[in-house]
C-alpha cells in the first residue's frame, strides 16, 4: 500500500475509478445522483429491499427514540448492513439506497437508520437535532444489535452520518458485533465544511438552508408552543442559523466549541475499536480533502483517496452501482475475513 504525501493514517489512491469524461468535475458528481434519471434508476434497484421494509422504533436511552427501516435477507448469513445519511438526507436518500440495493443483492440484511428530526420523524423527540447527538446515534446502535441477536453488524454512513458512525465506532460502548465502519466523503472538520458551504458554488448553501427551514418549520408544527423559529429562519444563513440555535438550544458556550464538538481530525479517532475506512474525493465541494491530513494515527483506520467523485457522487454510469458501493462491498467482505473464525455465524 502507497503512502500519500502529508498522510497521517495509512492511505491509498483509488487507481479503478475511472469515470467517462462526461461525468467528470466535482459538481456534478455531488448533484447527479439525485436527479432523474439516476434517480429513478435507484429506486427501481432498490424495489425489493423496500418492498419488504419493516418500520423499527429505536429504544436508543434517555427517552431518544429513533426510526429505522429493516429488510430481512433469507441469504443474509448472519450479516446485517446498517446504513446512516448525511445531514438533510434520509434512509431514502438516494446514494443510501443505490448502496443498499447493491449489499441486498448481495445476500446482506439491511437497516436504514434515520437521524433524530430526520426523514419526518420530528415528532419522535422533543429535542431538537444537533450534531453532537452522538449518544442518539451510539444507542441506536446497541438497539439495532439487541435485535440482530448473532448477526455481524456492517456500518456504512454518508457525509454527516460517516461522521456520526466514525466517532461511534472510537466509544467504549460500540456493540461487540460490529465488525468495521465505511464513512464515505465524512464531514472532517465543520468549521471547515461551513466555510466551504459559504464560500463555494451558492447551490450548495441555499439548498442546505432551503432543507434545513423546512425541518425547523415542521419540528415548530409538531411541537406547537416550544419552539418559534420565525426570527431564525430569516435570515437565510447557515452560520447565523447555527450561532442562534447553538446558544439558545445547547450547553456549549459558542459555535466555535459545537462544531468543534464533531470534528474527527486531531486525536479524536485515535481510540478506534474496529476496522475503518474513508473513501474521499480530492474535489469534493464541501469536505475539504486537505483535512484528511488532519487525521490521527491509528492503525485499524485506512483512507482511499479518488481524483473524482464530488461529495457523495462516485458516478462511474450513469445507471450502475456507485464506485463508493462497491468500495464499500469490497470492505465489508475484508471486515469479514478478518474476523476470527469463532466469531463468525
Known amino acids: 500500500m502507497t503512502r500519500a504525501p502529508g498522510f497521517h493514517v495509512a492511505g491509498q489512491r483509488a487507481a479503478d475509478f475511472r469515470p467517462h469524461a462526461w461525468l467528470r ?46 429488510s430481512a435477507n433469507p441469504a443474509a448469513g448472519g450479516r446485517t448492513a446498517v446504513l446512516l445519511h448525511g445531514w438533510e438526507g434520509n434512509a431514502d436518500s438516494c446514494y443510501v439506497l443505490s448502496l443498499a440495493a447493491l449489499l441486498y443483492a448481495r445476500g446482506y440484511a439491511i437497516v436504514r437508520l434515520n437521524l433524530r428530526d430526520h426523514g419526518r420523524t420530528q415528532p419522535l423527540n422533543r429535542g431538537l437535532f444537533h450534531s453532537c447527538r452522538l449518544g ?44 468495521g465502519v465505511v464513512a464515505i466523503s465524512p464531514v472532517l472538520d465543520p468549521e471547515h465544511t461551513l466555510r466551504a458551504l459559504e464560500q463555494g458554488w451558492p447551490v450548495y448553501h441555499a439548498y ?51 462544531l468543534d464538538g464533531y470534528s474527527i481530525t486531531g486525536a479524536r479517532l485515535l481510540t478506534m475499536g474496529v476496522p475503518a475506512r474513508i473513501l474521499a474525493a480530492d474535489d469534493d465541494p464541501i469536505i475539504p480533502a486537505a483535512d484528511l491530513e488532519r487525521l490521527a494515527p491509528t492503525p485499524l483506520l485506512r483512507v482511499t483517496r479518488t481524483s473524482a467523485g464530488g ?11 456507485a464506485y463508493s458501493d462497491r468500495y464499500t462491498l469490497a470492505q465489508f467482505a475484508a471486515f469479514h475475513d478478518a474476523l476470527p473464525a469463532a466469531s463468525m455465524s
Open 25 to 70: 468535475g466535482g459538481h456534478l458528481q455531488s448533484i447527479l445522483p439525485s436527479l432523474p434519471p439516476r434517480r429513478t434508476w435507484t429506486r427501481w434497484q432498490s424495489r425489493a429491499l423496500r418492498a419488504c421494509a419493516q418500520a423499527w422504533l429505536l429504544d436508543c436511552g434517555g427517552g431518544v427514540r429513533l426510526q429505522a427501516w429493516h
Open 136 to 179: 442518539d446515534v451510539t444507542g441506536a446502535l446497541r438497539a439495532v444489535a439487541a435485535r440482530c441477536g448473532a448477526q455481524r453488524l456492517y456500518l456504512a454512513g454518508f457525509s454527516l452520518g460517516g461522521n456520526f458512525l466514525l466517532r461511534a465506532c472510537a466509544e467504549p460502548a460500540l456493540p461487540a458485533s460490529v465488525a
Open 208 to 258: 442546505f438552508v432551503r432543507r434545513w427551514s423546512r425541518s425547523l418549520r415542521y419540528k415548530e408544527r409538531c411541537w406547537p408552543g416550544v419552539y418559534d423559529f420565525r426570527a431564525l429562519l430569516r435570515s437565510r444563513s447557515l452560520r447565523i442559523m447555527t450561532d442562534v440555535l447553538v446558544r439558545e438550544r445547547t450547553s456549549f458556550a459558542d459555535s466555535a466549541a459545537y
Open 311 to 321: 461529495h457523495c457522487g462516485f458516478l462511474a454510469g450513469l445507471l450502475a452501482p
